[in-house]
């Protein structure tokens, strides 16, 4: 006996004709291999069937969303220390290629020779400018060099408190519009 039309039924029952229908159980009251195979099937979709959805534990939500904000914040500082160490190995690289350029295009000798006189000047410099800014220090009014102070100094106070706000805020809030 052929089961192919019958095993096929069993599986798509929902798009089959009342005729075939009372065929497929006349056939499966008859045929062993048949009415196994159907039982297995709606065992299958017993199984397949919806279950209820299960009500969320107390607190996941609020849980989940600590824990994804906290797994942004990580990967984001991972990606910020990436470029970072990025950035400062390229720096560091270039740096060696150009002192490497350096002593190939200039003699050790003539560095050697500009280093011994640049450290043997260096307090000569040095006493230089603290002439000049003590020539231009007496040229300047004292109200002058007061006034100038005081802005910088308000300017430098304000800069900060604005620098200092800005990351307070950023590390209580975070970044937003992310």
Same mark, same amino acid.
């Given at each position: 006996?052929? #089961? +192919?039309?019958f095993?096929? &039924?069993?599986?798509?029952?929902e798009?089959?004709?009342?005729?075939? !229908?009372?065929?497929?159980?006349? #056939?499966?009251?008859?045929?062993?291999?048949?009415?196994?195979?159907? /039982?297995? &099937?709606?065992? =299958?979709e017993?199984?397949?069937?919806?279950p @209820?959805?299960? @009500?969320?534990?107390?607190q996941? =939500?609020?849980?989940f969303q600590?824990n994804?904000?906290?797994?942004?914040?990580n990967r984001?500082?991972?990606?910020i220390?990436? !470029?970072?160490? %990025?950035? %400062?190995?390229?720096?560091?690289?270039?740096?060696?290629? +150009?002192?490497?350029?350096?002593?190939? $295009?200039v003699?050790p000798?003539?560095?050697?020779s500009?280093l011994i006189?640049?450290? /043997?000047?260096? @307090?000569?410099?040095?006493?230089?400018?603290?002439?000049i800014l003590?020539?231009? %220090?007496s040229?300047?009014?004292?109200?002058?060099?007061?006034?100038f102070?005081? !802005?910088? =100094?308000g &300017? $430098?106070? +304000?800069?900060l408190?604005? &620098?200092?706000?800005?990351?307070?805020?950023? $590390?209580?809030? %975070?970044?937003r519009g992310?």
């Open positions: 006996m052929s #089961h +192919l039309p095993e096929n &039924w069993i599986f798509e029952r798009k089959l004709t009342p005729s075939q !229908i009372s065929e497929l159980e006349a #056939h499966v009251k008859s045929c062993q291999q048949c009415s196994q195979l159907q /039982t297995a &099937w709606k065992g =299958v017993v199984l397949l069937e919806k @209820p959805l299960a @009500p969320a534990p107390p996941f =939500v609020n849980r600590a994804l904000a906290q797994r942004k914040a984001q500082k991972r990606q220390r990436i !470029i970072l160490f %990025g950035l %400062g190995g390229s720096f560091i690289l270039l740096s060696i290629i +150009l002192v490497v350029r350096l002593l190939w $295009s003699p000798a003539q560095i050697l500009d006189g640049w450290i /043997t000047l260096a @307090p000569q410099r040095w006493s230089e400018l603290r002439y003590y020539y231009w %220090g040229q300047i009014p004292p109200l002058t060099l007061l006034v102070v005081l !802005i910088l =100094v &300017w $430098s106070i +304000l800069l408190t604005l &620098w200092f706000l800005t990351l307070q805020r950023l $590390s209580h809030q %975070g970044v992310q």
